[in-house]
C-alpha cells in the first residue's frame, strides 16, 4: 500500500527526483560500476537500487546520500537547505528587524 503523501508530491518534486534518479544512473554508467556494485557498496537490496535509479520518492533520504557518496559526489546533501543559502528566509529575517533597540531598564532601576 502506498503512503498518502506519496499519491500528492507536486508534479516539479516527482519531475526533480526522476531526474537525480537519471542523473545517478548516468554516473554510475561513467564510472562503469555495476549495479551488483552498487548495491553492495551503498548497503542496499538490488530492488532498492533499481528504485533509486528511478528517483522513488519512497526511497530513504539516507539511500540516496549514500548513493551520491559512493559515486564520489561527497556530501552534496549539506547544502540543500544550508540557512545562509536561504533567500526568501533571509529576507523574512530582515523584514523583522526592529527599527530601533532600546536598552532594557534594570531591575530595581527608578
Not at 5 to 23: E, F, H, M, T, Y
Request: proline share 5%; hydrophobic share 40%.
Amino acid at each position: 500500500m502506498r503512503a498518502r503523501s506519496l499519491d500528492i508530491l507536486p508534479r516539479l518534486v516527482r519531475q526533480s527526483l526522476r531526474k537525480l534518479g537519471a542523473d545517478i544512473a548516468t554516473a554510475r554508467r561513467k564510472r562503469r560500476l555495476t549495479m551488483a556494485m552498487m548495491t553492495e557498496r551503498v548497503g542496499v537490496s538490488k530492488q532498492t537500487y533499481q528504485r533509486i535509479e528511478r528517483g522513488d520518492p519512497s526511497v530513504g533520504l539516507g539511500a540516496y546520500a549514500m548513493t551520491l557518496f559512493v559515486l564520489g559526489l561527497g556530501a552534496p546533501l549539506e547544502q540543500i537547505a544550508d540557512a545562509g543559502r536561504d533567500d526568501t528566509g533571509l529576507l523574512l529575517e530582515a523584514e523583522r528587524l526592529p527599527k530601533r533597540v532600546r536598552r532594557k531598564a534594570s531591575p530595581g532601576a527608578s
